[in-house]
């Protein structure tokens, strides 16, 4: 007959305190993962290229000069998408040795240069050489800090300890219920 009844677990309640921290916790793990997720870096700087900047009070872009003309959207899109063969979460979570970051950042480099030189025209770019300039160091930039982020898995490992601690933090230790307590006693 005692079979019948199911064992209650008894647990202590949840502090508030406890639910704030735990929700905190995971607000910064979520932040972390989002300010380097590979997708938000490239719609940064897909607007950097176009020459927007981001007001850090309204999250909102705003064009830096109303007469600024954008660049070619061929060059965005072309730009955009050899980026995103190279900032994604392969290579974000992968584990660099300091010469292949600057065997990937040489190729990267010869790329851009060859297209930007070959397409200037097609890209509204001509003889406009700072401009060149300011597109390329904004792509490069971005894919330097990706990499280097990378290097030795530095990246991956501390995603993943956030959300192992965050997990860690989740998980509290059930309390032996009454029937459980008392087992020692068969």
Known sequence: ????????????????????????????????????????????????IKGYKKNIYTQQWEKIDPKFQEPSPILVGRYITFLSSVLNDNTRFTNLDSQEINK????IIEWLVDDVDVNAEQYGLGSNYTERTRICNILLGQVFLVLKRSQNGMESRRIWSSISMNESINQQPKKPGLMEALKFWK
Do not use: C, G
């Open 1 to 48: 007959m005692q079979e019948q009844y199911q064992e209650q677990a008894f647990t202590e309640p949840v502090s508030s305190d406890e639910i704030y921290a735990n929700v905190m916790q995971e607000e910064r793990v979520k932040n972390i993962i989002a300010q380097t997720s590979p997708d938000n870096q490239l719609t940064d700087i897909e607007w950097r």
């Open 104 to 107: 990937l950042m040489n190729h």
